[in-house]
Each structure stands twice: as structure tokens, then as C-alpha cells.
């Protein structure tokens, strides 16, 4: 029941996870066991698909955690995004070895191409899984320690600690596209082979990192409840609506701040990490400021301070997004942007808000029958 405890009276949030676990079952049944010609036949490319949403949704509900319960609207998310996906490409680099274009079996191609003589100090060490896996955590957390530990102590607020946190990922963008860098450059980290020896081309370790994105939600979503519904969480959202009034009465502030905004930014790592494999790629686009505020309109339209909110709006936007882009490609951001202005509007409360309005409502005539009785 201790592990139950967070999700208590969280409808919604079960019933996520309820469809979460169906679709675990169910996806890799459809691909490895069901003939291709059948309809019910669910392809490796949708199962990448369907991997890459759930790392989106893990993204959306490390948004949610800052913005919903503790009142921060970060437009840097993507960063924390991004560099947990360079920590995994880089172990990916690693792997590849002398099977290169170029045969180096220590430098990657891209090293080998612009006269690197050497490995780079801070590329040591990834050619061992546990300390990528270290590094996923350790990197992410560390620059949103430092980064939450000035501004918090400063006590920079509102949209000013908006735009600052956009200039942080504003400005890892353009230092990743430098080639000196060591990471890249524009082209950044690709032509991945395997990871922890699978390749990463078969149907087997595509569903083995669909699986290891859902359990990671599960697992994110889980551990987002605990520190809501903890005394952490009432006091982050009493600091959410009256800072000056939690300060006054002896609370410090600015460590309920760094403690959650730290958390929020080690998950959006974890779900870099889970996407790079899955897409192939990691480059400097990703610390792109339009992808930090897209992240935001997920959030907005699935339901802000819900968490599954985020997961609903992650995953229905990313899903238009494939659908439109393929379809009318040049219509999607203004299709985009008039969702987000039509649920401001007229669901101020997001998609989760209007599920638990109309749940409401079913449930009251039958509250009245039981008066009546």
C-alpha cells in the first residue's frame, strides 16, 4: 500500500498508467508475434513512434512538475533535454569503434574528419555504460543546481527567471554548433550501431527501449506524485501562491525551489537519454528555444499541475504534429499555435480539466438519486 500511497485519490493518473501498461503488453505482442499482412500488425516504425511520445511525455511531466506545483515556467527544459541526449550519444559514439567510415577504433568519424589528434578528456570514460548512465543523471542535475542556486538566491522570479532560463539553453545551442566544442558541431552525434551490444536496428531493441521509455514514465510519473502529495509538494505549492507569506513564516524558499527544479531537470535528461537511441540522432537543434516552448503548450493543453495532464498533451500534440507535418507541412506551427490559443481560452484548465468537469457532472446526478433515497 506504501507504493500505492501517491496515487491515492489520483483518477486520473491511474487510469494513465492503466493504458500505459495495456499498451506495453500489447505493442510488442503486435510486432513480434502477429504476421506483417495482418491489420493488427503494429510496424517497427510505429513502435519507434510510440518510443519516441513516451520520452516526450516523461519531458512534458518533468514541465509540469515546476510549472504546475511550484509556479516556475521554464523555457529552458530543453536543455536538460538535450544534454542527457548527448551524454547517451556520446556512450553511442563509443560503441561504434573501428566500424566507422574512417576505421579509428577510438576517435569518432567526426573527430577524425576535422584532424583531432586525440579523445578529448571529457569523452573519456563513455566507453563504459555505467558511467554514461552516470552522466545522464550527474550533467542535467548539476548545471540546474548551479543554475537554480543563483537565481533562486537571488530571487529572481516570473518572467524574468523565464527568459533567463530560455538565454541558458539559447546559449548551449550556440556553443554546441562550434566544432571545437567536441561534440559535433552542426551535424552533432549519429550513425549510431548498438547499445550494450543489441543492434540498435532490430525489432527486439527497438521494444526493448519502447519498454524501457514506459517503464521510465511509470516510474517519473510515480516519483512526481510522491513529491506532490509529500510535505515537500504542499509546501512547493503554498510557495507557488503566496511566496512572500511561506518566506515570512520561516521556510527557506529558495531550497524547496532548487530541490524540485534540480529533480525535474535529472528527468528531463533521463528522457533525452531514452529518445537519442530511438531517433538516431542528437544535434544542437534540440536546445532549440522553440523546443522548450513547445514543451510548454503541451503541458498547457493537457492540463497544468494534473501530471497526467502533461502526458495527455505530450503525446496528442506530438501525435497532430506527425499527422499535419506529413500532411500540410507548412500549416503545422500555425495549427499549433491556434490550439494553444483556442484551450487558453476556452479550457483554461487544458483537456485533464475538462475530463474531470464532465466527471463531475456524471457523478452528480447520481449523488442527488442517493439524497433523495
Known amino acids: 500500500m506504501g507504493l500505492l500511497q501517491p496515487l491515492k485519490g489520483d483518477t486520473g493518473g491511474k487510469i494513465m498508467l492503466a493504458v500505459l501498461a495495456l499498451i506495453a503488453v500489447l505493442v510488442p505482442i503486435l510486432n513480434l508475434l502477429v504476421p506483417e499482412g495482418n491489420p493488427l500488425h ?140 567536441g561534440f559535433g558541431g552542426n551535424n552533432g552525434l549519429t550513425d549510431f550501431k548498438d547499445l550494450l551490444g543489441f543492434d540498435l536496428q532490430s525489432d527486439g531493441t527497438r521494444i526493448g527501449l519502447f519498454l524501457a521509455s514506459a517503464l521510465a514514465l511509470a516510474l517519473g510519473y510515480w516519483a512526481c506524485r510522491w513529491i506532490v502529495t509529500s510535505k515537500l509538494g504542499r509546501v512547493a505549492v503554498a510557495v507557488r501562491d503566496a511566496e512572500s507569506r511561506v518566506r515570512f513564516i520561516g521556510y527557506r524558499v529558495d531550497r524547496v525551489k532548487l530541490a524540485i527544479w534540480t529533480f525535474s531537470a535529472v528527468l ?47 503525446v496528442l500534440v506530438n501525435y497532430g504534429k506527425t499527422v499535419f507535418t506529413g500532411a500540410f507541412p507548412e500549416a503545422w506551427l500555425f495549427v499549433l499555435g491556434g490550439l494553444f490559443v483556442l484551450v487558453t481560452v476556452f479550457l483554461p484548465a487544458g483537456i485533464a480539466g475538462l475530463l474531470k468537469t464532465l466527471r463531475r457532472r456524471r457523478s452528480e446526478p447520481t449523488a442527488l438519486k442517493e439524497k433523495s433515497a
Open 42 to 181: 503494429v510496424s517497427t516504425f510505429t513502435v519507434t513512434l510510440l518510443g519516441k511520445y513516451l520520452t516526450y511525455a516523461l519531458l512534458a511531466v518533468a514541465v509540469d512538475l515546476v510549472w504546475g506545483y511550484l509556479g516556475i515556467l521554464s523555457l529552458g527544459h530543453g536543455a536538460f533535454f538535450a544534454l542527457g541526449g548527448y551524454a547517451m550519444g556520446m556512450y553511442l559514439m563509443r560503441q561504434i569503434g573501428d566500424r566507422g567510415v574512417y576505421g579509428d577504433p577510438l576517435l569518432p568519424d567526426f573527430m577524425v574528419f576535422l584532424d583531432w589528434q586525440q579523445l578529448p578528456w571529457f569523452w573519456q570514460g563513455f566507453d563504459q555504460f555505467w558511467y554514461a548512465a552516470l552522466m545522464i543523471l550527474l550533467v542535467p542535475g548539476l548545471l540546474a543546481f548551479v543554475f537554480g542556486w543563483l537565481a533562486f538566491r537571488s530571487r529572481v522570479t516570473g518572467v524574468y527567471l523565464s527568459i533567463i532560463t530560455q538565454a541558458l539553453t539559447y546559449a548551449l545551442m550556440l556553443a554546441f554548433f562550434r566544432n571545437e566544442m
Open 268 to 314: 528531463a535528461g533521463v528522457a533525452g537519454a531514452l529518445y537519442v537511441p530511438q531517433v538516431g540522432i542528437i544535434n544542437p537543434g534540440e536546445f532549440s528555444p522553440l523546443n522548450s516552448i513547445e514543451l510548454v503548450v503541451w503541458v498547457a493543453i493537457g492540463g497544468r499541475a494534473t501530471l497526467y495532464g502533461a502526458v495527455i498533451g505530450a
